[in-house]
């Protein structure tokens, strides 16, 4: 449950910092906006108050009334060119008290039309009228965006005239500038924190494995343990029991025969007792040689009789004829039948069996069953120790086939599909 919450814990402080980060880029871009909008406004309006504080209302009623031929007139010409020229603003305009265009700095023709900024800047144009300075927001003029700054000329408390000033809000380009920096910047952080989470999360599950590990290596040294003090209990009856059937077999020829039994049995038990004492042994053993190649026929004569009850044909690929590897003919036994039992349990009834093996490099064999082969999620489990399908399994086999030859230097490999049968691989570096 560690990992799970884990990962939770870091989704939510990669999400929490990411909104946080993209929260602080906005409130940085609006305030930014806020104060260049309120600087650029606040020198437009000045520059249209200054423009109608020089502006005489006896010079716009001799313009209406005389037009181009009236001193009025050359004086708002003059006065609207300098302001134009002086501010570097797009365009200054005079409108008469019915928005008609007295003169417009961007043409003579200009002159008798009504002015457009009633339908591009109407709010400020209305309060423009109503006696107040004002500033529209951005609108376009053809290919150019514009904002006009809006002024009255007053006399007897009434607004004859508005002086309109249009200048390109230049500030414009630094907001897209600032705002692709921003969201790079988001960007490059949100990056950031989904590698540290990626980070945090495999240590995460790193620390999850290994504490698996220590703890399945725990459980064997247990086992370990365990198993040596077992088999070292089993043993010692063993002895008296085979000591005692040698002296009975001396007595008479029935009592011969099954004292022979008893001591063969015995043996048997005392070698079973040996093999999982393999659970405690510290080390392989480095000087033990056998014939995988005879193990095997051995190993697959004594489970004829087995195939031909489980109604099973072995198909036998033989590819080598002798092969010394690092493991005694008992344990080559024990990973053989280990192997070859499984695959005649799962084919319940009936299939074939193809055994090949091959000597060339290292000693290799083949061994695969036409069985309804093994799901996902328990080849995901398959050799664990205690692990098994089977009712009366012990779930140690695969694990002691898999140790033995891993002992000897050598790989065990499994591999399978649902409805394609299994194949068991074995690899043994060849010994002199």
């Given at each position: 449950m560690a990992l799970p919450r884990t990962l939770s814990l870091t989704f939510a402080f990669v999400a929490l910092a990411l909104v946080a980060t993209a929260t602080l880029s906005w409130l940085t871009y609006r305030s930014v906006r806020k104060a260049m909008e309120g600087e650029f406004a606040g020198r437009l309006e000045a520059l249209a108050a200054t423009g109608a504080s020089q502006v005489s209302p006896a010079d716009v009623a001799d313009a209406r009334r005389l037009g181009e031929d009236g001193t009025g007139y050359i004086a708002i010409q003059l006065l609207l060119e300098q302001l134009r020229t002086a501010s570097r603003a797009a365009d200054a305009v005079l409108l008469d008290s019915a928005r008609v265009t007295v003169y417009d700095t961007r043409g003579a023709d200009r002159a008798e039309t009504l002015t457009p900024l009633d339908s591009?800047?109407?709010?400020?144009?209305?309060?423009?009228?109503?006696?107040?300075?004002?500033?529209?927001?951005?609108?376009?003029?053809?290919?150019?965006?514009?904002?006009?700054?809006?002024?009255?000329?007053?006399?007897?408390?009434?607004?004859?005239?508005?002086?309109?000033?249009?200048?390109?809000?230049?500030?414009?380009?630094?907001?897209?500038?600032?705002?692709?920096?921003?969201?790079?910047?988001?960007?490059?952080i949100g990056l950031a924190l989904a590698i540290l989470g990626a980070v945090i999360v495999r240590?995460?599950?790193?620390?999850?494995?290994?504490?698996?590990?220590?703890?399945?290596?725990?459980?064997?040294?247990?086992?370990?343990?365990?198993?040596?003090?077992?088999?070292?209990?089993?043993?010692?009856?063993?002895?008296?029991?085979?000591?005692?059937?040698?002296?009975?077999?001396?007595?008479?020829?029935?009592?011969?025969?099954?004292?022979?039994?008893?001591?063969?049995?015995?043996?048997?038990?005392?070698?079973?007792?040996?093999?999982?004492?393999?659970?405690?042994?510290?080390?392989?053993?480095?000087?033990?040689?056998?014939?995988?190649?005879?193990?095997?026929?051995?190993?697959?004569?004594?489970?004829?009789?087995?195939?031909?009850?489980?109604?099973?044909?072995?198909e036998r690929e033989r590819g080598a004829t002798t092969a010394r590897v690092g493991l005694d003919s008992e344990s080559l036994k024990q990973v053989y039948?280990?192997?070859?039992?499984?695959?005649?349990?799962?084919?319940?009834?009936?299939?074939?069996?193809?055994?090949?093996?091959?000597?060339?490099?290292?000693?290799?064999v083949s061994i695969r069953d036409s069985g309804p082969g093994i799901p996902p999620e328990v080849m995901d489990k398959l050799g664990q120790p205690f692990f098994t399908t089977r009712a009366q399994g012990t779930g140690l086999g695969l694990f002691m086939a898999r140790r033995l030859v891993e002992s000897a230097g050598g790989t065990l490999k499994i591999?399978?599909?649902?409805?394609?049968?299994?194949?068991?691989?074995?690899?043994?570096?060849?010994?002199s």
């Open positions: 591009l800047a109407g709010d400020a144009l209305r309060e423009a009228y109503a006696g107040h300075s004002a500033v529209s927001g951005v609108y376009g003029r053809g290919r150019e965006m514009r904002r006009a700054g809006l002024a009255p000329v007053i006399e007897s408390g009434r607004a004859v005239a508005v002086v309109a000033v249009e200048a390109r809000p230049d500030y414009l380009d630094d907001l897209s500038r600032l705002g692709r920096s921003l969201w790079l910047t988001t960007l490059v240590m995460a599950w790193s620390s999850l494995l290994l504490e698996r590990r220590l703890s399945r290596a725990e459980n064997l040294v247990a086992m370990g343990r365990l198993t040596a003090t077992l088999a070292h209990e089993i043993k010692n009856p063993l002895a008296i029991i085979r000591g005692s059937a040698t002296r009975l077999g001396k007595l008479a020829p029935e009592a011969q025969r099954m004292a022979d039994s008893v001591v063969e049995e015995t043996d048997r038990l005392s070698r079973t007792v040996g093999r999982y004492l393999q659970f405690a042994k510290p080390t392989p053993d480095e000087d033990a040689r056998g014939d995988a190649v005879a193990a095997l026929e051995a190993t697959l004569s004594l489970l004829e009789g087995e195939m031909s009850a489980r109604r099973v044909t072995l039948l280990n192997l070859i039992l499984n695959a005649l349990e799962a084919m319940a009834e009936g299939g074939t069996l193809v055994v090949s093996d091959d000597a060339r490099d290292a000693y290799e591999e399978s599909a649902v409805g394609r049968g299994t194949s068991c691989r074995i690899r043994l570096p060849k010994r």
